[in-house]
């Protein structure tokens, strides 16, 4: 597996590619600004590796405390954190519970202070709304923070792959040698 400035590298020297071919592919610098953002967030914040205690988890400073039961509930490069599609949706899903929460919260909290009135059924359809308008840069997003989660299990894969082939080659070269001098 490889360390985690190793993952930080390649996303950072491939986010520049990946934002451009988003740029030419939307035909729009909103859409490549969008999808280079999400694709570096993903690399660098929200990788497949939030279920163990590596850079991705410890970036998250004060609020790590968030993914502790995300970190017990996933089995590390399980399909569920690191499967393509499905890991980053998890991510997603587990992650917008969190804001949801918190927002809940802070609604509530202000509607008891008097700062507006207590209207969830309104805010979600508001929301809704909001979702449906933005529903296009939304897919953008989503394709920056898969394209950054591939990226991430494409390398665990390589590079443990070719860790372990190199293994196996030194660990046969010694045996060829013994057998040439005799």
């Not at 569920?80 to 899903?93: C, D, E, F, K, M």
């Not at 929460?101 to 509607?111: D, E, P, Q, T």
């Not at 979702?131 to 590079?159: K, P, R």
Request: proline share 3%; glycine share 10%.
């Amino acid at each position: 597996m490889p360390l985690g400035s190793t993952h930080d590298r390649i996303t950072l020297w491939t986010a520049p590619g990946i934002t451009l071919a988003a740029g030419l592919l939307g035909n729009s610098t909103t859409v490549a600004l969008a999808v280079g953002s999400a694709y570096l967030f993903s690399g660098l914040m929200f990788s497949g590796d939030l279920d163990t205690c590596s850079r991705q988890y410890q970036r998250w400073l004060f609020l790590c405390w968030i993914w502790l039961p995300y970190r017990k509930w996933m089995r590390h490069r399980s399909f569920w954190s690191h499967g393509p599609i499905v890991g980053t949706a998890v991510r997603v899903l587990y992650l917008s519970l969190w804001a949801g929460g918190v927002g809940l919260l802070g609604a509530w909290l202000g509607s008891q202070l008097g700062w507006w009135m207590w209207q969830p059924w309104v805010w979600g359809s508001d929301l809704w709304q909001l979702l449906q308008v933005h529903a296009e840069m939304l897919f953008w997003i989503g394709m920056g923070l898969e394209l950054g989660s591939v990226n991430h299990s494409l390398s665990d894969w390589t590079i443990s792959r070719w860790k372990r082939w190199r293994k196996r080659r030194q660990a046969r070269s010694p045996a060829r040698r013994l057998s040439y001098r005799r």
